[in-house]
């Protein structure tokens, strides 16, 4: 489903491309977590799959379709497909969960509405089942500034559903929570996964959490392919070239 073929990213003035021509097939239904140091790339990865980082060289498909060849509308519909979360979790803090959970549906409003805050009645709705369904149990009215780290997330998971995604993408997500409350984020990616036929792809420092819950993991080591495979072979030995222990 989506392609990536020789893909390389250069940032300007950097030495070295940040990402170092990726062939890279990801299918539906795969839950894929990446590895990999600091500053191997990963954020970079993730944030080409959708358009938000261009490309220097190669070219990402969405189906057959590549990204350089689509039109504004077609890379319009690439965004509202992909659901995005990431370490920050990137609310608003000052506004409410559910006013938050309801930009999730920016992508689909015409711009006066946006502007002037306009949902109907069963957006709204939409809005407060999406929270029950990611076990958020706090007031949909409360400011968002105020929620701990793990339900803070569990407003962007549900504000990145609202837009109905088919791709699932995480930028370190769990990066900020203890390792209790990443755990059970993981858990619930990964049953929003399987209940909505999505493909997610997700960044992790904890290799624990990517080999309990990834079908595949993808290893970048200096912005080149290190690995691609199930998480069984994922082993010691791999670790420990992968950060060079
Ligand atoms: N906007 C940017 N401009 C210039 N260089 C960048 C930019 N973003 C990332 N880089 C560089 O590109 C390389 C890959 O960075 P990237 O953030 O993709 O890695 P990462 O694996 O996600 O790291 P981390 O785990 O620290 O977030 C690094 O050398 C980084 O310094």
């Given at each position: 489903?989506?392609?990536?073929?020789?893909?390389?990213?250069?940032?300007?003035?950097?030495?070295?491309?940040?990402?170092?021509?990726?062939?890279?097939?990801?299918?539906?239904?795969?839950?894929?977590?990446?590895?990999?140091?600091?500053?191997?790339?990963?954020?970079?990865?993730?944030?080409?799959?959708?358009?938000?980082?261009?490309?220097?060289?190669?070219?990402?498909?969405?189906?057959?379709?590549?990204?350089?060849?689509?039109?504004?509308?077609?890379?319009?519909?690439?965004?509202?497909?992909?659901?995005?979360?990431?370490?920050?979790?990137?609310?608003?803090?000052?506004?409410?969960?559910?006013?938050?959970?309801?930009?999730?549906?920016?992508?689909?409003?015409?711009?006066?509405?946006?502007?002037?805050?306009?949902?109907?009645?069963?957006?709204?709705?939409?809005?407060?089942?999406?929270?029950?369904?990611?076990?958020?149990?706090?007031?949909?009215?409360?400011?968002v500034e105020n929620l701990?780290?793990?339900q803070k997330q569990r407003?962007?998971?549900?504000?990145?559903?609202?837009?109905?995604?088919?791709?699932?993408?995480?930028?370190?997500?769990?990066?900020?929570?203890?390792?209790?409350?990443?755990?059970?984020?993981?858990?619930l990616l990964k049953e929003?996964?399987?209940?909505?036929?999505?493909?997610?792809?997700?960044?992790?420092?904890?290799?624990?959490?990517?080999?309990?819950?990834?079908?595949?993991?993808?290893?970048?080591?200096?912005?080149?392919?290190?690995?691609?495979?199930?998480?069984?072979?994922?082993?010691?030995?791999?670790?420990?070239?992968?950060?060079?222990?």
């Amino acid at each position: 489903m989506i392609q990536f073929e020789n893909v390389s990213v250069r940032y300007p003035g950097a030495a070295e491309p940040a990402l170092k021509k990726l062939n890279i097939s990801i299918q539906n239904g795969e839950f894929v977590c990446v590895l990999g140091q600091s500053g191997a790339g990963k954020s970079t990865f993730i944030r080409c799959i959708n358009g938000l980082q261009p490309i220097t060289d190669g070219e990402i498909r969405w189906g057959y379709k590549p990204l350089s060849s689509m039109t504004s509308k077609e890379k319009l519909e690439v965004r509202r497909k992909t659901g995005m979360i990431f370490q920050h979790y990137n609310l608003i803090p000052r506004m409410s969960v559910i006013q938050n959970v309801l930009t999730g549906l920016f992508g689909y409003k015409k711009s006066y509405e946006n502007l002037f805050g306009l949902f109907k009645p069963a957006e709204r709705q939409l809005a407060i089942d999406t929270i029950n369904q990611v076990e958020l149990f706090v007031e949909p009215t409360r400011r968002v500034e105020n929620l701990s780290g793990g339900q803070k997330q569990r407003v962007a998971i549900a504000r990145a559903l609202l837009q109905n995604p088919k791709v699932f993408l995480g930028d370190e997500p769990v990066a900020s929570l203890d390792p209790g409350t990443a755990d059970r984020i993981f858990q619930l990616l990964k049953e929003t996964h399987d209940k909505r036929n999505l493909v997610t792809i997700i960044n992790v420092h904890d290799v624990g959490l990517a080999k309990k819950f990834a079908t595949r993991i993808i290893a970048l080591k200096n912005g080149a392919l290190f690995f691609d495979g199930v998480p069984d072979d994922f082993n010691h030995e791999m670790y420990t070239q992968l950060y060079n222990h």
